[in-house]
């Protein structure tokens, strides 16, 4: 922390390419940190210039009788990397590079970047950058505003980190008109150094910061990135804007969990086992780090709802169960209570509908009893334009009392025209979030409770996670893994599996099915990948007759899809019968590593795709969440003729087989599937699997 808090918190800075002509970037941000009245030393460095600003400007970094914290670079990209050097000679150990033409630009900027990079480490430096927008603090010992936003920030509580420069510009615009105020900001540009995890580590433990938003483009070294947000949602929440949710399309896969998973997929996961709370839309990440600095933290997740309009109550009522709420159940007493305020075409249960003839000191009194009901975490309040009797700005200057006395959140939706008789700045004043549309107010409210949600499970202790070993040296050294290397590696997991044969001879399936009763006859050659699909597995074969046919006719498909002068190979298993069939597979990301999925499987797992999905390591917590998220769970509960399955024992088995993947790094892609459970044995059974490793085959 102290070595960040020079970068972030800078008691004296440098600002190398400041100008005296109106219009460039070096004049305009020696203005923003003049403007802002920074209260640490400034350091314009300009050869052609004896002061700017009424500031005393130097001809270098050399010629600085003091040693600054951080050094801010506007130059040509081309100066850059000998600047720093100079910097680094002199002994500053900070610098934000404002300078763009890195690897934004393609590969020459990208060799430009690496050699940037190359010298800040071989000089124990840190960098923001390159391609940065730069940063700010507003806390009153620093006031610093070293950037090149037209909008100076407004003081609050929010940390904002953006890998977008021209985002970080239109969000501060937005936050004018939203009153909404930031600690810190940081521009991270490329993250050739400095990176998300860095700057969250920063705003971890500073005091001014009580929330934090993200928008990111990409996540770099995603371990430290989930390690520390780990430990800051105990205390303070994190929302993201993570860009990127499109698809441009799946790459090649030779497993269920490949074709499956995607990079969004896998992000989601990612940011939710951070206990990082992703929003879809710009206004949604605005709307909810506006509403937590506004409002308390709700208790729980029941809402009342107070409106002046029937259509508008039912929207929220809809938004508000979308995001995980529900409406209270107001009290007897509650009820009561307000008949004697209300008109009898009223609607005195949740949605508490005033109808339009509502007035201002109708607001007061309903809000004031709701307020007051045990059963109520939240209140959502409604206001559409009355057509007489009162205003929008009437109604809030009469419900101060109200809002200044609540402890629980209260969150406004005004549908009316902005103008005098608006409020708005009554609204501001009394920290009241205030939203155009029902469906936003409900959202940030939902993102409230999810926050409760994570910080309950990351405060409790977490036990379970997977505990990685010695890699094993089982499964051979082919790019496909055959299938009894596969159940042997299993075995060691406690996986079980039905009895089988792999053959290639016709004499041994027969034998072997007088000894099994019913079989599966499969081709088991590692090439061909996906049996079911070119008819290659034949079920339910019991008699002498079935068997001869099933061996020729896989014999004949396959002969097409194996190398030349390869003989078919055969797996024979006993028949298992079961009503369920699993899946459990694993995949490697090259951003994010170790992925397992688990669902409902069969040949129908592509199509139904009722499956989750975790980033490595996991713990019991979230193997049991991955349960929980099945649309399909229901039938593992016993759904009218379904069996019921032991959810612990599939707990086990999602917790081994994570073991096994990380212990066992050279899989890159593995599928159990079907998984089977057995009513008998009360067990999981493996009957058929793939498995892929890394390297060149």
Not at 17 to 28: I, Y
Not at 253 to 274: N, R, W
Request: hydrophobic share 40%; net charge neutral; aromatic share 6%.
């Amino acid at each position: 922390m102290n070595a960040l808090i020079s970068l972030f918190a800078p008691k004296s800075i440098a600002v190398i390419g400041a100008s005296r002509r109106d219009g460039t970037l070096g004049k305009m941000f020696l203005d923003a940190v003049v403007g802002m009245d920074y209260k640490g030393s400034i350091y314009p460095i300009n050869p052609k210039a004896a002061t700017i600003n009424n500031i005393p400007c130097y001809a270098n970094i050399s010629s600085i009788p003091d040693i600054p914290d951080l050094a801010i670079i506007l130059l040509p990209k081309e100066m850059v990397l000998d600047e720093v050097q100079a910097l680094a000679q002199k002994g500053i150990r900070n610098i934000v590079v404002i300078s763009a033409g890195f690897k934004e630009v393609g590969s020459e900027g990208r060799m430009r970047e690496n050699a940037l990079v190359a010298c800040i480490q071989s000089n124990n430096m840190r960098m923001i950058g390159p391609n940065s927008m730069g940063l700010f603090n507003t806390a009153p010992s620093i006031s610093l505003n070293a950037t090149f936003s037209p909008t100076p920030p407004i003081p609050g509580h929010v940390g904002f980190v953006s890998q977008s420069g021209a985002l970080g510009v239109a969000v501060l615009e937005l936050s004018q008109k939203l009153g909404l105020g930031f600690s810190c900001f940081v521009s991270t540009g490329n993250k050739a150094d400095i990176s998300d995890a860095d700057c969250l580590r920063f705003l971890a433990e500073d005091n001014n910061t009580h929330t934090i938003i993200l928008y990111q483009e990409s996540i770099e070294n995603p371990a430290a990135f989930r390690k520390i947000c780990s430990e800051i949602v105990p205390h303070k929440p994190i929302f993201t804007l993570k860009a990127g949710r499109t698809e441009s399309g799946f790459k090649a896969a030779s497993s269920h969990t490949g074709a499956l998973v995607s990079d969004d997929i896998i992000t989601d996961t990612f940011l939710k086992q951070c206990g990082v709370i992703r929003c879809a839309t710009l206004q949604e990440l605005l709307d909810t780090a506006l509403a937590v600095v506004s409002q308390p933290m709700p208790p729980g997740n029941k809402v009342a709802v107070v409106t002046n309009a029937g259509g508008p109550g039912i929207l929220a009522s809809d938004a508000l169960e979308q995001h995980g709420l529900e409406l209270a159940s107001l009290s007897e007493g509650t009820i009561s209570q307000l008949q004697k305020h209300l008109p009898a075409e009223a609607g005195l249960h949740n949605p508490v509908d005033m109808i339009a003839s509502a007035t201002h000191e109708t607001y007061k009194k309903v809000c004031s009893i709701v307020e007051k009901d045990k059963n109520v975490d939240s209140i959502f309040l409604i206001i559409v334009k009355p057509p007489v009797n009162t205003t929008p700005k009437e109604i809030i200057e009469e419900m101060k009392p109200v809002v200044e006395n609540s402890k629980k959140p209260i969150f406004c939706t005004l549908m009316a025209q902005e103008n005098a008789e608006t409020g708005l700045d009554i609204f501001k004043d009394l920290n009241l979030p205030v939203f155009s549309f029902p469906e936003s107010s409900a959202c940030a409210l939902g993102n409230m409770i999810k926050y409760m949600q994570i910080k309950d499970r990351f405060t409790k202790s977490r036990s379970g996670l997977t505990k990685v070993s010695k890699t094993s040296d089982i499964i051979g050294n082919r790019k496909q893994v055959t299938f009894r290397e596969i159940i042997k590696l299993l075995s060691k997991y406690g996986f079980r599996s039905c009895d089988y044969i792999v053959t290639s001879q016709e004499e041994e399936i027969v034998k072997f099915q007088k000894n099994m009763g019913s079989i599966v006859l499969k081709i088991a050659n590692e090439e061909i990948i996906h049996k079911s699909d070119a008819g290659l597995v034949k079920l339910n074969i019991s008699s002498f007759a079935e068997v001869k046919q099933a061996f020729n006719d896989i014999s004949t498909k396959a002969r097409s899809l194996i190398s030349l002068g390869t003989n078919p190979l055969f797996l024979a298993q006993r028949m298992v019968r079961s009503k369920i069939e699993l899946v459990l597979g694993a995949k490697r990301d090259p951003v994010f590593g170790a992925t397992i999925m688990f669902g409902i499987g069969g040949t129908l797992v592509e199509l139904y795709k009722d499956v989750v999905f975790r980033i490595l390591p996991v713990d019991e917590f979230e193997v049991h969440q991955m349960l929980q998220e099945l649309r399909g769970r229901k039938l593992l509960e016993g759904f009218r003729h379904y069996p019921v399955i032991n959810f612990e024992v599939v707990k086990k088995t999602i917790i081994n087989f994570s073991k096994m993947i990380e212990e066992n790094p050279e899989i890159v892609e593995m599928d159990l599937n079907p998984l089977l459970w057995s009513v008998d044995k009360n067990e999981l059974i493996v009957v058929d699997s793939r498995c892929t490793r890394a390297g060149d085959f």
